[in-house]
């Protein structure tokens, strides 16, 4: 009996941690999430392959944090590698991401507004 039982808890083991390994390495920022909430999910996922004994280093989460992000983000690659290789950690990568989500936010509010008074605007004749 102890024999089965030990039989079925590894295999369910090794299910749940191949799971979690393909939930990690297909995960994406969904386009509703903010930038926290992304780094939350992801950061959830992480934990649990950490339970089930995974080494997860930092640098692989900061390399599937940017290899997870929209198009949009693409420049903010050139922004993180000007950064200096000490001060490349999650806590840091999280504060420039969520600025530059911020900014970004600015950047199109502005434009948004812009267009408006564009259409709004009508040149006399």
């Known amino acids: 009996m ?4 030990k039989s079925v808890y590894e295999q369910t083991s090794r299910s749940n941690l191949l799971f979690l390994q393909q939930k990690y390495y ?4 969904d386009p509703e999430d903010d ?13 649990h392959l950490r339970d089930q004994g ?17 198009a949009e983000y693409n420049h903010f690659y050139s922004a993180w590698e000007s950064v200096r290789a000490e001060d490349q950690n999650l806590n ?3 504060a420039r991401l969520m600025a530059e989500e911020i900014r970004m936010g600015a950047q199109e509010k502005q434009k948004s507004e812009a267009f408006l008074a564009k259409r709004q605007y009508r040149p006399a004749n």
Do not use: G, N
């Open 2 to 5: 102890w024999d089965t039982l």
């Open 26 to 29: 297909s995960y994406i920022k």
């Open 54 to 70: 995974e080494c997860i280093s930092d640098s692989m989460i900061i390399t599937k944090v940017l290899m997870s992000l929209p």
């Open 92 to 94: 840091t990568l999280r």
């Open 35 to 47: 930038i926290a909430t992304f780094l939350s999910k992801l950061m959830e996922i992480v934990q």
